[in-house]
């Protein structure tokens, strides 16, 4: 079986393993959803119930662990956010995010021989991709190499030296660093799973097939979840697209996407009424691990947003703070502040009377607030550390 890519944007399509379109926006997979009805479904675990929208079947191991998160109702996160509020909980996943959706669905294709010979995986990351990559890998036995950030936080580098890949701090500018290790990846016979390629998005798009399953025979008036390099917001829309051709969904849910207001390029193209997103400065905010100033499905992400009647927005760090409390001291959930984006997207959104207070609206709490540093012994890896240009020396470690 050979994997078709396809630009979402232009139409042109491909069988060769990239990423990206020669128009420059990014591809997705071409699966096929015929009739898809919720009978459809199997008894497979998780994500893979749904083995008749994914390109592979699940390998076993640790990726029967991916998807089939709960979603969680309590009227105390109604009030705060003045709309009927159902949570996604991601943060069950086995490294704690939503990440392992998509890692799961990369290694089951390469286990099942859809990406050629590979040597190793690797993942472009500031936190939550590279513990779930590194983890996966581990679980398949694939050897692994994380690139990070040179200022990520300490404990995120313990969290993701326990699973013993080859991890790198790299400095220079984290877009260029991202879109360098797709270009060279190949040469050295790595699969990057990085956050927006067409498996990741593939995997992902699951969280949103499970929200429309849980509301069926209706939707969710409105999904609402955090947005960084737009990944994930693409999976959403990709989900929804497949559902609606298939005629699994009659109607088609609104996407809203929320960024952190310190570093929001998405949600500053779609406040001024631009089709492309382009980089902005970075600044501080707690959310880290969406602060992303040049995302790489930033205009796929804003695309469906509109296109679904949707909307992309940001909140500052002081709402995002008071969500992050709510979620703890009313529902007993506990979230990265990246996840707690969403509740208080939701709020707003409310607020200016963008959603309405008879709404049911969806929303994805990605990742979980209680990742902490491992042992000594665990964590005790140290890091290199390179430059952009310097990466290849570490990725020929893996060169047959």
Not at 108 to 137: E, K, P, Q, R
Not at 245 to 268: H, K, M, N
Not at 363 to 385: I, M
Request: aromatic share 6%; net charge negative.
């Amino acid at each position: 079986m050979t994997l078709e890519r396809v630009c979402y944007d232009c139409g042109t399509r491909t069988t060769n393993p990239v990423a990206r379109c020669d128009c420059g926006e990014p591809l997705w997979l071409d699966t096929e959803s015929g009739s898809f009805t919720w009978d459809d479904t199997t008894d497979a675990p998780g994500m893979w119930r749904y083995e008749s929208l994914l390109p592979v079947d699940c390998p076993g191991g640790l990726a029967v662990a991916a998807g089939g998160t709960p979603l969680v109702r309590d009227a105390a996160l109604d009030d705060y956010a003045g709309a009927t509020v159902h949570v996604k909980v991601e943060g069950d996943h086995p490294t704690g995010s939503f990440k392992d959706r998509g890692s799961a669905l990369g290694l089951a294709a390469i286990d099942a021989g859809l990406v050629g010979d590979v040597t190793a995986i690797g993942t472009v990351s500031h936190g939550n991709m590279a513990m779930s990559t590194a983890a996966f890998a581990a679980a398949a036995d694939v050897p692994c190499v994380v690139l990070v950030p040179d200022d990520i936080p300490s404990v995120r580098l313990d969290v993701i030296a326990q699973f013993d890949p080859t991890l790198v701090t790299v400095a220079g500018e984290y877009g260029r660093l991202y879109d360098r290790t797709l270009e060279v990846g190949p040469d050295y016979g790595i699969v990057f799973l990085n956050s927006d390629v067409p498996l990741r998005v593939e995997g992902q798009k699951t969280t949103t097939v499970e929200l429309c399953e849980a509301f069926q025979p209706e939707v969710p008036d409105a999904i609402v979840m955090p947005v960084s390099s737009g990944g994930h917001a693409s999976g959403a829309w990709k989900a929804v697209r497949e559902l609606h051709e298939a005629g699994a969904i009659d109607t088609v849910p609104e996407l809203y996407f929320v960024q952190a207001a310190a570093c929001a390029p998405i949600a500053e193209a779609y406040e001024s009424g631009v089709s492309t997103v382009s980089p902005v400065e970075k600044g501080e905010t707690i959310a880290y691990s969406i602060a992303n100033a040049d995302p790489p499905s930033g205009t796929r992400a804003l695309r469906a947003a509109t296109e679904t009647g949707g909307a992309v927005l940001s909140v500052t760090d002081d709402a995002i703070r008071a969500a992050q409390r709510i979620l703890a001291t009313e529902a007993g959930l506990t979230v990265e502040p990246a996840s707690a984006t969403a509740l208080a997207g939701v709020k707003q959104l409310v607020e200016r009377g963008t959603i309405d207070a008879s709404a049911d609206v969806a929303v994805v709490a990605t990742g979980t607030g209680l990742k902490e540093a491992p042992g000594s012994e665990a964590g005790s890896q140290t890091a290199d550390h390179a430059t952009v240009d310097e990466v290849g020396v570490y990725l020929e470690r893996f060169a047959e």
